[in-house]
């Protein structure tokens, strides 16, 4: 029986941070380029500075210019994933933070709209459990961070219409909220709207995931055929694979969020092999946040070489 290549959606976080100095919108432009660069069909990218809370206002022309970009290349607005500001805390127990977390969500959901970008992930939320100077400790508890998540969510989903929230799983480190599937599932039964809420599967996050607060080991063992399938029917009954919209694909190097280079981590390769020939995320995006040795999105192209050289199904 003929072995024959089945397509998938294969890219890597290209966002051309180094290029916002000179002008900011070049990197939307310049984003698909780099993707293209590397051998992907799809890619994340920051919609802003990861450290900033302002967002650049993003011109009719520009917008369009995206678009026709993305259309000249066959770049599918459906499978680009832009990540959230990495200061974004929608759990946060500060009032400010909270703000300014709401806000900015709300920013790049518009962004988004605009742009004609229909997926957006971002990171929950964590909250502070260390006893240090000015802690907050036991002001907050889990499930209060939840509910303030959930209740930020909602805001934004109400303000901005078209855009499909993305919880990505965490490691567990420094209090953040969702390394478990029980956690993401918590979030998604407060959101009032389910059709705009799904989940970006990590898969170091995955593998890595420990509770911090309690020092308790909770990965999810994907490196083994057995582990995956349990994984994932698992994630499955408690979450369901209807919401799941899209991969971070990195290889890990063991407990806490840290990435490594396909095939060289804890992970392993059979445990790619095993996703990318997994008939039902045939139309999710899987994106690349490995370690650039220089720095470079050209780094990726290996790994995603790698990667196309193992989807191979026999029909």
């Given at each position: ?21 000179i002008?900011?919108l070049?990197?939307f432009k310049?984003?698909?380029?780099e993707?293209l ?11 802003k500075?990861s ?21 000249e290349?066959?770049?599918?607005l ?13 759990g ?5 933070v ?5 806000s ?16 957006y ?11 240090h ?6 002001k ?6 939840i509910?303030k998540?959930a ?5 934004a989903i ?14 567990g ?48 063992d994907i ?8 994984t994932m ?5 408690v979450?369901?694979?209807d ?7 990195n290889?890990?190097k ?8 396909i095939?060289?981590?804890k992970?392993?390769?059979?445990a ?23 720095g470079e999105?050209?780094?990726?192209s290996?790994?995603?070489k790698?990667l ?6 026999d029909?």
């Amino acid at each position: 029986m003929a072995s024959t290549k089945v397509q998938r959606f294969i890219g890597g976080h290209v966002s051309c941070s180094r290029k916002w100095k000179i002008n900011f919108l070049a990197s939307f432009k310049s984003s698909v380029i780099e993707a293209l660069s590397i051998g992907a069909n799809c890619f994340a990218l920051y919609l802003k500075s990861s450290r900033q809370w302002s967002s650049k206002i993003v011109s009719d022309k520009d917008a369009a210019d995206f678009k026709l970009i993305c259309k000249e290349k066959s770049i599918l607005l459906d499978k680009i994933v832009p990540h959230g500001s990495l200061l974004l805390n929608c759990g946060s127990p500060k009032p400010d933070v909270l703000d300014k977390s709401r806000s900015s969500l709300i920013e790049e959901l518009k962004i988004c709209q605009k742009l004609g970008i229909s997926l957006y992930n971002f990171h929950p939320g964590n909250f502070p459990f260390r006893n240090h100077i000015g802690s907050t400790l036991n002001k907050i508890s889990r499930a209060e961070c939840i509910a303030k998540i959930a209740m930020c969510v909602n805001e934004a989903i109400e303000a901005v219409n078209g855009v499909v929230i993305l919880l990505e799983n965490s490691a567990g480190q420094g209090g953040s909220v969702g390394h478990t599937f029980e956690e993401l599932r918590q979030i998604i039964d407060q959101i009032k709207d389910k059709s705009r809420i799904g989940i970006c599967f990590d898969t170091c996050h995955a593998f890595a995931a420990v509770s911090f607060d309690i020092f308790e080991v909770e990965g999810y063992d994907i490196s083994t055929e057995s582990g995956y399938h349990l994984t994932m029917e698992e994630f499955d009954k408690v979450i369901g694979l209807d919401f799941l919209k899209a991969f971070h694909i990195n290889d890990s190097k063991g407990i806490i969020d840290r990435h490594e280079t396909i095939g060289k981590g804890k992970i392993g390769i059979h445990a790619f092999e095993l996703l990318l020939n997994d008939g039902r995320f045939e139309d999710i995006p899987m994106v690349l946040e490995t370690p650039l040795k220089n720095g470079e999105f050209s780094d990726y192209s290996h790994e995603i070489k790698i990667l196309k050289s193992l989807i191979i199904r026999d029909n």
